[in-house]
């Protein structure tokens, strides 16, 4: 009988917050406390509270379930409210702030992208600021597909925006691999049956990554070399790594 070909990685597809950049600590979050002072609000996300508030995915839901924590008669409605000024001031943010890639994956993203592998988008964030991030961070870089919040009816950890860079790029989902930095964001990947890199952000270092294909604190070889990581990544996450990675994930 003849073996199938192993299917070869046509598409690596990216989250964003924490992914492609650390945003949450020092964007998201202040973002959060500037709407909460523009509307009189006495509430403020210190870091750990924040961190906190981070299981709860989707900017506008993790409003939502606080207020109504904090027993606001209308929590939806006031989140709905406060997250548009919100997504002003990270936008703005965005534009002027001291925003900078993860070290190392704009290599990566450009060499995947000269390599022929194609990159793609699958995030939470609301596309009014995700397109402000990509242009200001990896304006050379060209994404098949980008799925943000504002495109799905489920946000992660359901699989809906995984499902639809799939479909937009026209591949199955062993075609592909996922990189992501929280379990929210594998706990999707994995739903669309997609094998999942982890590069943990700042705020999921010490979480646990259940049927991750690999977890690793960074993409360049030097932030590997004092943890335990899989051969196939101990010269960093490459494009011949994430090759491999994938084709032994998928034997699984
Ligand atoms: C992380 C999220 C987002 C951000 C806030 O998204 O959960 O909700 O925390 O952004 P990603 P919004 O999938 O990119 O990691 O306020 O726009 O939701
Ligand atoms: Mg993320």
Not at 107 to 127: F, H, K, M, N, P
Not at 199 to 228: I, K, N
């Amino acid at each position: 009988m003849k073996a199938s070909a192993p299917r070869r990685l046509r598409a690596v597809i990216f989250d964003v917050d924490g992914t492609l950049a650390e945003t949450e600590r020092d964007g998201h979050r202040r973002a959060f406390n500037l709407a909460f002072r523009d509307h009189g609000l006495p509430f403020h996300w210190d870091v750990a509270e924040y961190g906190r508030l981070l299981a709860v995915t989707g900017g506008r839901y993790r409003l939502a379930w606080y207020l109504a924590e904090q027993g606001l008669s209308d929590p939806a409605g006031a989140a709905r409210v406060l997250h548009r000024t919100k997504t002003v001031h990270f936008a703005a943010w965005l534009r002027a702030g001291p925003l900078c890639p993860r070290p190392g994956v704009h290599e990566l993203l450009t060499e995947l992208q000269d390599r022929g592998v194609s990159v793609a988008i699958a995030t939470t964030g609301r596309r009014e600021w995700v397109t402000i991030l990509l242009k200001r961070l990896f304006d050379d870089i060209v994404f098949a597909a980008v799925v943000t919040g504002d495109d799905v009816a489920e946000l992660k950890p359901e699989p809906e925006a995984y499902l639809r860079a799939l479909s937009a790029l026209g591949i199955g989902a062993r075609d592909a691999l996922a990189v992501e930095d929280s379990p929210p964001g594998l706990a999707a990947a994995t739903a669309a049956g997609i094998p999942c890199l982890v590069v943990a952000s700042e705020y999921h270092r010490d979480m646990q990554f259940p049927g991750a294909a690999a977890v690793v604190p960074g993409y360049r070889a030097t932030d590997l070399s004092d943890v335990v990581v899989p051969d196939i990544l101990a010269g960093g996450v490459t494009t011949d790594a994430l090759r491999r990675l994938h084709s032994t994930a998928l034997l699984r």
